[in-house]
């Protein structure tokens, strides 16, 4: 695990980001643990997000020429990231989003930003039934884009309906890379390595060994 992944868990575990009990999911599952993304809700936490979202895309070497995020929650995350990529890094790297309602008048269109052309990395909060990911996708294709790769702040690491998860099939149905900043093994690693918490360590093993898959 790399050091920006370690500060990252530790600066959401502080700000109540990722917290620990037990939550009730979507998928009615009792979870030890709850990632809570809406709570980078100011400058200062959005600015730290751009900037692990920017060092995970560095990391990964991966070759993009476009920063992508899908309406609503993927908006504030590529203005950030470009900037820390322009302030950290000088890379000057364009970045568009889509309008979930299309405009009618101006410039019309479904698109806010730079063209969607070249190779386009989709940068949004979680994949969950990977649904967000489709649309993006065809959005991207739509303009002539190509995409090929989504970045999440956290995989899950979770089974889905089936035996694998929504990431094993995103990866699958599109051939497209997804890089994350943190994992569910990540946060595990990283309790034990505190050597605090042993319940909640316990917790989070048993409820990997339940619905863990391999990403």
Known sequence: MQDYQREFIQYSI?????????????????SPYFFNTGLFNSGERLARLGGVYADTILVSRIEYDVLYGPAYKGIPLVCATSIALA????????????RKEL????EGGRLVGAPLKGQVLILDDV?????SVRESVEIIQEHGGDPIGIVIALDRQEKGQNETSAIIEIKAEFGIQVLSII????????????????????SMQVYRDKYGTNT
């Open 14 to 30: 502080d700000c109540g980001i990722l917290q620990f009990g037990t939550f009730t999911l979507k998928s009615e599952r009792a």
């Open 183 to 202: 994992t569910l093994a990540d946060i595990i690693e990283f309790l034990d390595a505190k050597g605090e918490v042993k319940q909640t360590l316990f």
């Open 87 to 98: 302030r950290n890094k000088n890379l000057k790297i364009p970045f568009a989003f889509n």
């Open 103 to 106: 405009k009618d008048h101006g």
């Open 127 to 131: 994949i969950t039934a990977g649904t």
